[in-house]
């Protein structure tokens, strides 16, 4: 007795032999056309699942699983327009890089305690991160980069960045910066080519992180909520231009204090 196999193993069969039914099979006909289209993407899928993947040029057995909380990225070339008009990358004026994720490990595990902190970010999130962080690599072909879930400056979901779409990552503050006026308080007028390198550290905060986890697994509350006006070290934030408006990302930490409306 001849042992059953799947149908489209049997139609496949059917076809190459020149036949619609045979008593080796089963009697039920069988449409040749439809065994073909079946045969076909049974090998295209085969052939996804068998491609090689590469890393830095040489072959892996398998996609790449991140591990703890690493996170694999995919750069994206962002434009931005100077003064004069020319479009540059973002990453030529030393700005946070933005990267989409491919894949994301499930978090690491606290030292002391052993909660899982989760990551903040799945498989498809865009993500802002420091220009010089991560291990860079050539997976399949393709610059990536391998980042830690602390590098995250904040994260979205869709094409670019919106004030609607963006979050701040655990414990980062998103703040709208002030325009610092270029005259000292005596009211001697400085030099534009003086305040061109400096880094305002004044603004509103117009979003906050979720706050950093704890060994507990629960997140701190934030010491400072949106509409605030704040004072922050000089050189902390991370400068990011959202919708044509100069913003900073700061940590909680960073924050000095709360200043008067």
Do not use: W
Not at 77 to 86: K, R, S
Not at 207 to 222: A, D, H, L
């Amino acid at each position: 007795m001849v042992p059953s196999r799947p149908t489209h193993y049997m139609a496949l069969f059917a076809v190459l032999a020149g036949i619609t039914s045979s008593s080796a099979f089963t009697s039920t006909s069988v449409n040749p056309q439809t065994a073909i289209r079946t045969s076909l993407s049974m090998s295209t899928v085969e052939g996804a699942l068998k491609k090689p993947c590469t890393l830095d040029g040489k072959k892996i057995r398998g996609p790449i699983t991140p591990l703890g909380n690493f996170v694999l990225v995919r750069t994206k070339d962002t434009l931005d327009a100077t003064d004069g008009g020319i479009l540059l990358p973002d990453q030529s004026q030393e700005r946070p890089t933005e990267g989409e994720v491919i894949a994301a490990g499930p978090g690491k595990l606290h030292p002391h305690t052993g909660v899982r902190i989760t990551n903040p970010v799945t498989t498809g999130d865009s993500v802002l991160f420091g220009k010089f962080d991560g291990h860079d690599m050539n997976y399949n072909e393709e610059a990536v980069t391998m980042i830690r879930d602390d590098d995250i400056l904040l994260h979205y979901k869709g094409v670019r960045m919106t004030m609607k779409n963006v979050n701040p990552c655990r414990d980062y503050v998103l703040v709208e910066l002030t325009e610092q006026k270029a005259e000292t308080s005596s009211g001697i007028v400085v030099a534009d080519s003086v305040m061109k390198d400096y880094q305002p550290c004044e603004g509103k905060v117009v979003k906050v992180g979720e706050g950093r986890m704890t060994s507990t697994g629960e997140f701190s509350e934030s010491p400072v909520k949106v509409g605030d006006l704040v004072k922050f070290k000089d050189y902390a934030g991370n400068g990011v231009k959202i919708e044509g408006t100069e913003h900073s990302l700061v940590r909680m930490v960073d924050i000095l204090c709360g200043l008067a409306a």
